[in-house]
Protein backbone atom coordinates (compact mmCIF):
# COMPACT_ATOMS: atom_id res chain seq x y z
CA UNK A 1 0.00 0.00 0.00
CA UNK A 2 1.25 3.54 -0.84
CA UNK A 3 2.52 5.51 2.15
CA UNK A 4 0.52 8.29 1.23
CA UNK A 5 -2.64 6.73 0.66
CA UNK A 6 -2.23 5.24 3.83
CA UNK A 7 -1.63 8.27 5.26
CA UNK A 8 -3.82 10.94 3.03
CA UNK A 9 -6.54 11.60 5.32
CA UNK A 10 -3.66 13.23 8.07
CA UNK A 11 -2.37 14.78 4.46
CA UNK A 12 -5.83 16.13 4.05
CA UNK A 13 -6.00 17.41 7.40
CA UNK A 14 -2.60 19.21 7.10
CA UNK A 15 -4.34 20.97 4.03
CA UNK A 16 -7.44 22.02 4.82
CA UNK A 17 -6.85 25.84 5.92
CA UNK A 18 -3.37 26.60 3.75
CA UNK A 19 -5.42 25.48 0.56
CA UNK A 20 -8.38 27.02 1.90
CA UNK A 21 -6.38 30.46 1.86
CA UNK A 22 -4.31 30.02 -1.41
CA UNK A 23 -7.28 29.20 -3.18
CA UNK A 24 -10.57 28.07 -1.74
CA UNK A 25 -11.53 26.09 -4.83
CA UNK A 26 -8.63 23.71 -4.36
CA UNK A 27 -10.70 22.67 -1.45
CA UNK A 28 -12.87 20.28 -3.60
CA UNK A 29 -9.29 18.52 -5.48
CA UNK A 30 -8.10 18.57 -2.24
CA UNK A 31 -10.88 16.27 -1.07
CA UNK A 32 -11.55 14.14 -4.30
CA UNK A 33 -7.60 13.41 -3.75
CA UNK A 34 -7.69 12.28 -0.41
CA UNK A 35 -10.77 10.05 -1.42
CA UNK A 36 -8.84 8.31 -3.66
CA UNK A 37 -5.72 7.74 -1.30
CA UNK A 38 -7.89 6.31 1.31
CA UNK A 39 -10.07 4.50 -1.20
CA UNK A 40 -6.49 2.61 -1.82
CA UNK A 41 -5.93 2.26 1.53
CA UNK A 42 -9.05 0.02 2.05
CA UNK A 43 -9.93 -1.35 5.30
CA UNK A 44 -13.86 0.14 4.99
CA UNK A 45 -16.26 -0.31 7.72
CA UNK A 46 -19.42 0.31 7.04
CA UNK A 47 -21.44 1.65 10.07
CA UNK A 48 -25.37 2.28 10.69
CA UNK A 49 -25.26 6.36 10.77
CA UNK A 50 -23.37 6.79 7.35
CA UNK A 51 -26.12 4.36 5.89
CA UNK A 52 -29.01 6.67 6.62
CA UNK A 53 -26.70 9.73 5.68
CA UNK A 54 -25.62 8.32 2.34
CA UNK A 55 -29.93 7.00 1.58
CA UNK A 56 -31.01 10.57 2.31
CA UNK A 57 -27.98 12.02 0.02
CA UNK A 58 -28.86 9.41 -2.59
CA UNK A 59 -32.44 10.41 -2.83
CA UNK A 60 -31.39 14.20 -2.68
CA UNK A 61 -29.39 13.63 -5.89
CA UNK A 62 -31.96 11.39 -7.34
CA UNK A 63 -34.36 14.36 -6.83
CA UNK A 64 -32.08 16.99 -8.24
CA UNK A 65 -31.74 15.05 -11.23
CA UNK A 66 -35.03 14.51 -12.08
CA UNK A 67 -36.08 18.30 -11.92
CA UNK A 68 -33.29 18.93 -14.87
CA UNK A 69 -36.66 17.79 -16.80
CA UNK A 70 -38.08 21.56 -15.85
CA UNK A 71 -35.06 23.07 -14.73
CA UNK A 72 -34.34 26.69 -16.57
CA UNK A 73 -31.24 25.58 -17.71
CA UNK A 74 -31.63 21.79 -17.86
CA UNK A 75 -27.96 20.95 -18.98
CA UNK A 76 -26.24 22.88 -15.98
CA UNK A 77 -28.81 21.10 -14.01
CA UNK A 78 -27.80 17.57 -15.14
CA UNK A 79 -23.82 18.29 -14.89
CA UNK A 80 -24.28 19.67 -11.45
CA UNK A 81 -26.18 17.12 -9.98
CA UNK A 82 -23.41 14.72 -11.08
CA UNK A 83 -20.84 16.43 -9.49
CA UNK A 84 -23.00 16.65 -6.33
CA UNK A 85 -23.16 12.77 -6.53
CA UNK A 86 -19.43 12.97 -7.41
CA UNK A 87 -18.85 14.76 -4.08
CA UNK A 88 -21.23 13.05 -1.96
CA UNK A 89 -20.32 9.59 -2.94
CA UNK A 90 -16.03 11.11 -1.71
CA UNK A 91 -17.71 12.54 1.71
CA UNK A 92 -19.33 9.53 2.60
CA UNK A 93 -16.10 7.33 2.15
CA UNK A 94 -13.73 9.39 3.78
CA UNK A 95 -16.75 9.75 7.05
CA UNK A 96 -16.48 5.83 6.63
CA UNK A 97 -12.85 5.78 6.68
CA UNK A 98 -12.58 8.35 9.54
CA UNK A 99 -14.73 6.33 11.75
CA UNK A 100 -13.01 3.26 11.59
CA UNK A 101 -9.71 4.76 12.43
CA UNK A 102 -7.87 3.31 15.41
CA UNK A 103 -6.52 4.81 17.97
CA UNK A 104 -3.30 5.78 16.39
CA UNK A 105 -4.53 6.89 13.59
CA UNK A 106 -6.89 9.45 15.34
CA UNK A 107 -3.49 10.52 16.97
CA UNK A 108 -1.45 11.04 13.56
CA UNK A 109 -4.79 12.56 11.97
CA UNK A 110 -5.05 15.29 14.88
CA UNK A 111 -1.96 16.04 14.92
CA UNK A 112 -1.73 16.74 11.41
CA UNK A 113 -4.72 18.96 11.67
CA UNK A 114 -3.10 21.25 14.18
CA UNK A 115 0.11 21.62 12.51
CA UNK A 116 -1.77 22.25 9.35
CA UNK A 117 -4.13 24.94 11.16
CA UNK A 118 -1.08 26.29 12.32
CA UNK A 119 0.63 26.85 9.09
CA UNK A 120 -2.66 27.67 7.61
CA UNK A 121 -3.50 30.21 10.20
CA UNK A 122 0.02 31.90 9.51
CA UNK A 123 -0.49 31.91 5.53
CA UNK A 124 -3.81 33.81 6.19
CA UNK A 125 -2.16 36.35 8.74
CA UNK A 126 0.28 37.11 6.23
CA UNK A 127 -2.59 37.85 3.39
CA UNK A 128 -4.79 39.78 5.77
CA UNK A 129 -1.98 42.43 7.18
CA UNK A 130 0.59 43.03 3.99
CA UNK A 131 -2.52 42.79 1.46
CA UNK A 132 -2.90 39.77 -0.03
CA UNK A 133 0.78 38.67 -0.92
CA UNK A 134 0.09 35.01 -1.52
CA UNK A 135 -3.61 35.78 -3.58
CA UNK A 136 -1.27 38.66 -6.13
CA UNK A 137 1.41 35.58 -6.30
CA UNK A 138 -1.18 33.30 -7.16
CA UNK A 139 -3.26 35.32 -9.90
CA UNK A 140 -0.60 37.07 -11.16
CA UNK A 141 -0.56 40.50 -12.75
CA UNK A 142 -4.22 42.32 -12.82
CA UNK A 143 -3.48 45.03 -15.01
CA UNK A 144 -6.39 46.39 -16.06
CA UNK A 145 -8.22 44.14 -13.53
CA UNK A 146 -10.10 45.05 -10.72
CA UNK A 147 -8.09 45.41 -7.53
CA UNK A 148 -7.97 42.26 -4.81
CA UNK A 149 -9.97 42.48 -2.08
CA UNK A 150 -9.67 41.30 1.44
CA UNK A 151 -12.97 39.65 0.98
CA UNK A 152 -11.62 37.52 -1.13
CA UNK A 153 -10.97 35.91 1.75
CA UNK A 154 -13.78 35.24 3.25
CA UNK A 155 -13.87 31.38 2.39
CA UNK A 156 -10.98 30.97 4.06
CA UNK A 157 -11.86 32.79 7.18
CA UNK A 158 -15.41 30.26 6.98
CA UNK A 159 -12.80 27.54 6.76
CA UNK A 160 -10.76 28.72 10.19
CA UNK A 161 -14.23 29.45 12.08
CA UNK A 162 -15.24 25.62 11.14
CA UNK A 163 -12.08 23.71 11.89
CA UNK A 164 -11.48 26.01 15.34
CA UNK A 165 -13.85 23.12 16.95
CA UNK A 166 -12.03 19.80 15.68
CA UNK A 167 -8.84 21.66 16.34
CA UNK A 168 -9.63 23.38 19.54
CA UNK A 169 -10.75 19.91 20.94
CA UNK A 170 -7.73 18.20 20.08
CA UNK A 171 -5.54 20.52 21.73
CA UNK A 172 -7.74 20.60 24.73
CA UNK A 173 -7.00 17.14 24.79
CA UNK A 174 -3.54 16.92 24.82
CA UNK A 175 -2.30 20.06 26.25
CA UNK A 176 -5.44 21.79 27.67
CA UNK A 177 -3.81 24.97 28.86
CA UNK A 178 -2.74 25.57 25.25
CA UNK A 179 -6.38 25.27 23.76
CA UNK A 180 -7.21 28.87 24.58
CA UNK A 181 -4.71 29.76 22.19
CA UNK A 182 -7.05 28.40 19.08
CA UNK A 183 -10.36 30.26 19.59
CA UNK A 184 -7.66 33.35 20.52
CA UNK A 185 -5.97 33.04 16.96
CA UNK A 186 -9.68 32.67 15.30
CA UNK A 187 -11.36 35.83 16.72
CA UNK A 188 -8.14 37.80 16.15
CA UNK A 189 -8.38 36.82 12.47
CA UNK A 190 -12.15 37.61 12.13
CA UNK A 191 -11.12 40.54 13.39
CA UNK A 192 -9.04 41.40 10.87
CA UNK A 193 -11.34 40.40 7.70
CA UNK A 194 -14.17 41.33 6.68
CA UNK A 195 -16.67 38.33 6.95
CA UNK A 196 -19.55 39.95 9.52
CA UNK A 197 -21.15 36.58 9.10
CA UNK A 198 -17.97 34.78 10.57
CA UNK A 199 -18.61 36.53 13.79
CA UNK A 200 -22.05 35.46 13.63
CA UNK A 201 -20.93 31.39 13.44
CA UNK A 202 -18.47 32.08 15.94
CA UNK A 203 -21.28 33.29 18.20
CA UNK A 204 -23.54 30.84 17.41
CA UNK A 205 -20.90 27.96 17.72
CA UNK A 206 -20.05 29.35 20.92
CA UNK A 207 -23.84 29.23 22.65
CA UNK A 208 -24.26 25.76 20.87
CA UNK A 209 -21.15 24.29 22.58
CA UNK A 210 -22.50 25.94 25.76
CA UNK A 211 -25.91 25.10 25.46
CA UNK A 212 -24.28 20.72 25.40
CA UNK A 213 -22.11 21.46 27.50
CA UNK A 214 -25.07 21.93 30.39
CA UNK A 215 -28.09 20.37 29.03
CA UNK A 216 -25.92 17.47 26.95
CA UNK A 217 -27.34 15.31 24.38
CA UNK A 218 -30.99 17.37 24.46
CA UNK A 219 -29.55 20.09 23.11
CA UNK A 220 -27.76 18.37 20.30
CA UNK A 221 -31.24 17.08 19.52
CA UNK A 222 -33.20 20.74 19.91
CA UNK A 223 -30.70 22.35 17.76
CA UNK A 224 -30.58 19.96 14.76
CA UNK A 225 -34.46 20.41 15.38
CA UNK A 226 -34.78 24.03 15.33
CA UNK A 227 -32.66 23.98 12.09
CA UNK A 228 -34.88 21.82 10.92
CA UNK A 229 -37.93 23.45 11.34
CA UNK A 230 -35.86 26.91 9.98
CA UNK A 231 -35.62 24.81 7.07
CA UNK A 232 -39.26 24.13 6.47
CA UNK A 233 -39.90 27.37 7.61
CA UNK A 234 -37.99 29.63 5.33
CA UNK A 235 -40.21 30.92 2.56
CA UNK A 236 -42.43 32.39 5.34
CA UNK A 237 -39.85 33.44 7.31
CA UNK A 238 -38.29 35.65 4.48
CA UNK A 239 -41.53 36.75 3.45
CA UNK A 240 -42.54 38.03 7.39
CA UNK A 241 -38.85 39.18 7.51
CA UNK A 242 -39.07 41.97 4.31
CA UNK A 243 -36.83 44.85 3.86
CA UNK A 244 -39.29 47.93 4.69
CA UNK A 245 -39.75 46.29 8.01
CA UNK A 246 -36.21 45.46 8.90
CA UNK A 247 -34.68 48.05 7.00
CA UNK A 248 -34.27 50.54 9.68
CA UNK A 249 -32.85 48.10 12.15
CA UNK A 250 -30.26 47.47 9.30
CA UNK A 251 -29.72 51.38 9.39
CA UNK A 252 -25.81 51.98 9.39
CA UNK A 253 -25.05 48.33 8.59
CA UNK A 254 -23.78 46.87 5.48
CA UNK A 255 -25.21 47.94 2.17
CA UNK A 256 -24.97 44.15 1.46
CA UNK A 257 -27.20 43.16 4.51
CA UNK A 258 -30.10 45.17 3.27
CA UNK A 259 -29.38 43.88 -0.22
CA UNK A 260 -29.53 40.21 1.26
CA UNK A 261 -32.90 41.00 2.54
CA UNK A 262 -34.26 42.13 -1.03
CA UNK A 263 -32.53 38.87 -2.09
CA UNK A 264 -34.62 36.92 -0.16
CA UNK A 265 -38.14 38.61 -0.31
CA UNK A 266 -37.83 38.25 -4.15
CA UNK A 267 -36.76 34.39 -3.60
CA UNK A 268 -39.39 33.53 -1.32
CA UNK A 269 -42.37 35.19 -4.13
CA UNK A 270 -40.34 32.79 -7.19
CA UNK A 271 -40.93 29.86 -4.07
CA UNK A 272 -44.56 30.71 -4.00
CA UNK A 273 -44.83 30.33 -7.78
CA UNK A 274 -43.36 26.35 -7.63
CA UNK A 275 -43.72 25.41 -4.17
CA UNK A 276 -43.99 21.56 -4.88
CA UNK A 277 -41.54 20.86 -7.58
CA UNK A 278 -39.28 24.08 -7.34
CA UNK A 279 -37.98 25.68 -10.20
CA UNK A 280 -34.71 22.84 -10.81
CA UNK A 281 -31.39 22.40 -9.81
CA UNK A 282 -29.25 25.03 -10.73
CA UNK A 283 -31.89 27.59 -11.64
CA UNK A 284 -31.09 30.38 -9.20
CA UNK A 285 -28.89 31.93 -11.59
CA UNK A 286 -31.71 32.33 -14.22
CA UNK A 287 -34.68 33.13 -12.46
CA UNK A 288 -36.59 35.24 -14.21
CA UNK A 289 -36.32 38.99 -13.04
CA UNK A 290 -33.54 38.10 -11.08
CA UNK A 291 -31.60 40.52 -12.61
CA UNK A 292 -33.68 43.63 -12.10
CA UNK A 293 -31.93 46.41 -9.88
CA UNK A 294 -33.63 46.22 -6.44
CA UNK A 295 -30.68 48.37 -4.60
CA UNK A 296 -27.76 50.39 -6.22
CA UNK A 297 -25.41 48.09 -8.60
CA UNK A 298 -28.01 45.14 -6.49
CA UNK A 299 -30.32 42.57 -8.66
CA UNK A 300 -32.78 41.18 -7.04
CA UNK A 301 -30.73 37.13 -7.45
CA UNK A 302 -27.59 37.16 -9.37
CA UNK A 303 -26.42 33.82 -8.98
CA UNK A 304 -27.75 32.36 -5.83
CA UNK A 305 -30.23 33.60 -2.52
CA UNK A 306 -26.86 33.22 -0.22
CA UNK A 307 -29.30 31.20 1.45
CA UNK A 308 -29.23 27.12 1.10
CA UNK A 309 -32.82 26.46 2.26
CA UNK A 310 -34.27 29.26 0.49
CA UNK A 311 -32.01 27.83 -2.50
CA UNK A 312 -33.33 24.17 -1.61
CA UNK A 313 -36.84 25.37 -1.56
CA UNK A 314 -36.54 27.31 -4.97
CA UNK A 315 -34.73 25.08 -7.01
CA UNK A 316 -35.68 21.65 -5.16
CA UNK A 317 -39.30 22.69 -4.15
CA UNK A 318 -40.63 20.87 -0.81
CA UNK A 319 -38.90 17.65 -1.49
CA UNK A 320 -35.88 19.15 -1.27
CA UNK A 321 -36.95 20.97 1.54
CA UNK A 322 -37.93 17.59 3.47
CA UNK A 323 -34.53 15.86 2.70
CA UNK A 324 -32.41 18.40 4.32
CA UNK A 325 -34.49 19.17 7.28
CA UNK A 326 -34.42 14.97 8.20
CA UNK A 327 -30.86 15.13 6.97
CA UNK A 328 -30.66 17.81 9.97
CA UNK A 329 -32.60 15.61 12.06
CA UNK A 330 -30.39 12.65 11.45
CA UNK A 331 -26.81 14.47 11.62
CA UNK A 332 -28.35 15.98 15.21
CA UNK A 333 -29.19 12.23 16.22
CA UNK A 334 -25.46 11.33 15.08
CA UNK A 335 -24.04 14.25 17.37
CA UNK A 336 -26.51 13.17 20.20
CA UNK A 337 -24.95 9.73 20.83
CA UNK A 338 -21.35 10.61 20.56
CA UNK A 339 -19.44 10.97 23.95
CA UNK A 340 -20.19 14.02 26.02
CA UNK A 341 -16.50 15.63 25.96
CA UNK A 342 -17.00 15.28 21.87
CA UNK A 343 -20.70 16.19 21.62
CA UNK A 344 -20.07 19.94 22.57
CA UNK A 345 -17.37 21.35 19.84
CA UNK A 346 -19.09 18.42 17.16
CA UNK A 347 -22.51 20.63 17.94
CA UNK A 348 -20.28 23.69 17.71
CA UNK A 349 -19.21 23.12 14.53
CA UNK A 350 -22.43 22.08 13.44
CA UNK A 351 -24.22 25.93 14.63
CA UNK A 352 -21.55 27.47 12.63
CA UNK A 353 -21.71 25.71 9.68
CA UNK A 354 -25.79 26.14 9.61
CA UNK A 355 -25.14 29.57 10.07
CA UNK A 356 -22.96 30.10 7.13
CA UNK A 357 -25.01 28.11 4.86
CA UNK A 358 -28.10 30.35 6.02
CA UNK A 359 -26.17 33.80 5.53
CA UNK A 360 -23.37 33.47 2.76
CA UNK A 361 -22.46 31.11 -0.11
CA UNK A 362 -24.45 29.08 -2.78
CA UNK A 363 -25.15 25.63 -1.51
CA UNK A 364 -24.15 23.96 -4.69
CA UNK A 365 -20.69 25.78 -4.78
CA UNK A 366 -18.11 22.90 -4.75
CA UNK A 367 -15.78 24.27 -2.74
CA UNK A 368 -18.47 24.81 -0.10
CA UNK A 369 -19.67 21.35 -0.09
CA UNK A 370 -16.31 20.35 0.30
CA UNK A 371 -15.83 22.54 3.10
CA UNK A 372 -18.77 21.16 4.81
CA UNK A 373 -17.96 17.51 3.90
CA UNK A 374 -14.25 17.87 5.26
CA UNK A 375 -15.37 19.99 8.14
CA UNK A 376 -17.76 16.78 9.33
CA UNK A 377 -14.90 14.33 8.28
CA UNK A 378 -12.51 15.93 10.53
CA UNK A 379 -14.85 16.36 13.40
CA UNK A 380 -15.15 12.58 13.20
CA UNK A 381 -11.28 11.54 13.01
CA UNK A 382 -10.55 13.37 16.42
CA UNK A 383 -13.19 11.88 18.27
CA UNK A 384 -11.29 9.07 20.31
CA UNK A 385 -14.60 7.03 20.76
CA UNK A 386 -16.86 5.54 18.87
CA UNK A 387 -20.73 7.24 18.93
CA UNK A 388 -22.45 5.17 21.72
CA UNK A 389 -24.68 3.09 19.59
CA UNK A 390 -21.68 2.37 17.04
CA UNK A 391 -20.24 -1.37 17.16
CA UNK A 392 -16.83 -1.75 18.92
Same mark, same amino acid.
Given at each position: ?9 ? /??? *? ?13 ? &? ?28 ? @? ?6 ? @? ?50 ? *? ?6 ? #? ?31 ? /? =??? =? ?18 ? %? ?28 ? *? ?31 ? #?????? %? ?59 ? &? ?8 ? /? ?21 ? @? ?10 ? /?? *? ?31
Amino acid at each position: MPAWGKNALG /LGA *FAVLPVAVLSSQGLT &LLMVLVGLGTLISGDWKRRRPITAVLILLG @TGVAWAAL @TSLWAVTPKDALNLAGSLAVLFIVIVLLMDRAQSATPPQRTVIGTMLVAGFA *FGAGLLAI #ELLADLPLAKLVRGDRTGQDNLELSLLNPALTV /L =VLM =VWPVGFTVWQRWKPAAIIVP %VVVVVMVWLGTSVTAWIAIVAGAGAFALVT *FIGPKGARGLGFAAAVAVLAAPMIAQVVTPDRV #EQLLDG %VRPSAIHRIYTWEFTADRIAEHPFVGWGLDSSRAIPGGQALVVEDGPALSLHPHNAPLQIW &LELGLPGAVI /LAVLLLVIARGLANLPRPAMAPA @TAAFAAAFVFAS /LS *FGIWQNWWVAALGVTAVLCRAVIDAPPKDSPQ
